[in-house]
């Protein structure tokens, strides 16, 4: 079956500009996470969904980020006006709803970001 | 906060033998935790989940220990090959985050 895809693979932009990534969870996983990675760094925790909604949003950076879920399924963050340190990539996770942190999670292959 | 220790120098070890990598956390009791492998490029692959209540996980090559007590997982392959080399990574939950490690990097010699 098909795992969790992202979308664009990679995205270069100049600073200043708005992006948006997706992440298209696999079916039936109610829970999905987004994280940022940077290069040898381990991984930011940012924001995680149980169906539509999320439960904590304060490891959003700034308020140049935001996230939505629609339908309990596809996923969008968004970056406004970005800057240079936002340059990374952008994993998205989806897992079973049995609680955070109790099921494995399924990772996309990320998007990566270069702002300019 | 909740902090997570991973060993940040790579870990070379000879083909056949066994590694061992170190997972110690702070200021949290954590009701499970988990360790990913992480190959460039790719995002993480789920290898074993321990669960506070469990001493020891094991998964054919693969064995994690939980020591709450310590404060401290420990993640073991035995007989490794080259094929296991790569970053390996530990999560833990705290306030409705998942909270990783920074990974050390495995580097298995032939």
């Known amino acids: 079956g098909a795992g969790v895809s992202q979308s664009p693979s990679n995205k270069v932009t100049e600073k200043g500009k708005d992006v948006e990534l997706r992440c298209d969870p696999i079916?039936?996983?109610?829970?999905l996470y987004w994280y940022r990675q940077s290069l040898g760094q381990g991984l930011e925790f940012l924001i995680y969904?149980?169906?539509?909604?999320?439960?904590?949003k304060s490891g959003l950076p700034s308020d140049r980020f935001s996230a939505e879920r629609t339908g309990g399924s596809v996923s969008t963050l968004t970056i406004q006006r970005t800057q240079q340190e936002d340059s990374a990539v952008y994993l998205c996770?989806?897992?079973?709803?049995?609680?955070?942190?109790?099921?494995?999670?399924?990772f996309g292959p990320g998007t990566r970001l270069t702002v300019l | 906060s909740q902090k997570i220790e991973q060993n940040s120098e790579a870990l070379n070890i000879q083909e056949g033998k066994t590694a061992t990598l170190t997972c110690n956390y702070t200021?949290?009791?954590?009701?499970?935790l988990q360790w990913y492998r992480q190959d460039p490029g790719r995002g993480p692959v789920f290898l074993l989940l321990?669960?506070?209540n469990e001493k020891e996980k094991r998964k054919e090559r693969l064995k994690v220990t939980f020591d709450t007590t310590l404060k401290q997982s420990l993640f073991h392959i035995t007989a490794s090959q080259p094929a296991d080399s790569a970053t390996y990574l530990c999560?833990?939950?705290?306030?409705?985050?998942?909270?990783w490690g920074a990974g050390t990097k495995l580097i298995i010699k032939p």
């Open positions: 321990i669960r506070e």
């Open positions: 969904f149980q169906g539509n909604s999320a439960p904590d």
């Open positions: 079916s039936g996983h109610t829970a």
């Open positions: 999560a833990l939950v705290g306030n409705y985050q998942l909270i």
């Open positions: 200021n949290y009791s954590p009701a499970y």
């Open positions: 996770a989806s897992s079973l709803p049995r609680g955070l942190g109790s099921n494995e999670q399924f």
